[in-house]
């Protein structure tokens, strides 16, 4: 039973740029949460998705941060326009359930330059 | 907002030795904690759970006690072996919160051959 899978691992963008983050959660799973990690810090909830919706974007920059999580295929973490304060570890985790253990992905490890 | 704290940032032990991480909560409408642990470059790894129904959970050589009264939350690893080194986070969250987690700031785990 695969885990949580993130694509890509490391994303250089220069200043300016879009970034794609993608996450496809474990089997079965159709809670998806993103957070972000800055170095040497714990992470930090960004939006709360199930298929289809967004439950609660709370912790997501109002401006310049997207997030989705389609009928078919991985939750999109997007960001336009990045700029070096994005640049970070971005962790996707996954539930069966609300409320459930959240089981998370490798990371993606933004770059910004 | 409220958060979740972490007594120690850096914890030494010998190998064999047992180790407990601290953990301090300030959320009293909290009522689900886990501990993950995360290794350099990769995601956080479950551990453990725990319900505030419950004060004591045991797994393989970890155990997790908590304390509502305090709002106190530790992790035990028993016999500690090299390949328990990591940086390890409480999370909490509550049926208010929605799903999101939070995350304290880390306790680092060296153990020393």
């Known amino acids: 039973n695969a885990g949580v899978m993130q694509n890509p691992r490391h994303l250089v963008r220069r200043r300016g740029q879009e970034a794609r983050l993608r996450c496809s959660p474990m089997?079965?799973?159709?809670?998806v949460y993103w957070y972000r990690q800055l170095p040497e810090e714990g992470l930090k909830f960004m939006v709360y998705?199930?298929?289809?919706?967004?439950?609660?974007e709370s912790g997501m920059p109002k401006e310049r941060f997207s997030a989705e999580f389609p009928k078919e295929g991985p939750s999109i973490l997007r960001i336009q326009q990045v700029v070096r304060g994005d640049s970070a570890a971005y962790f996707c985790?996954?539930?069966?359930?609300?409320?459930?253990?959240?089981?998370f992905g490798p990371g993606t490890r933004l770059t910004v330059l | 907002g409220e958060s979740v704290g972490l007594h120690l940032p850096t914890l030494s032990v010998q190998e064999g030795d047992n180790s407990i991480i601290n953990c301090a909560y300030s959320?009293?409408?909290?009522?689900?904690f886990i501990w993950y642990k995360q290794e350099s470059g990769k995601g956080p790894q479950f551990i453990i759970d725990?319900?505030?129904?419950?004060d004591k959970r045991q797994g393989q050589r970890v155990t997790v006690l908590l304390n509502k009264t305090v709002k106190h939350l530790s992790l035990q690893i028993a016999a500690t072996q090299p390949g328990d080194s990591a940086v390890y986070f409480c999370a909490e969250t509550g049926r208010l919160d929605g799903n999101k987690l939070v995350f304290g700031a880390g306790t680092i785990l060296r153990v020393k051959s």
């Open positions: 998705l199930q298929k289809e919706n967004i439950i609660d």
């Open positions: 725990i319900r505030s129904n419950m």
């Open positions: 985790a996954s539930s069966g359930q609300a409320y459930n253990e959240q089981f």
């Open positions: 959320n009293s409408a909290s009522d689900y």
């Open positions: 089997k079965g799973h159709s809670h």
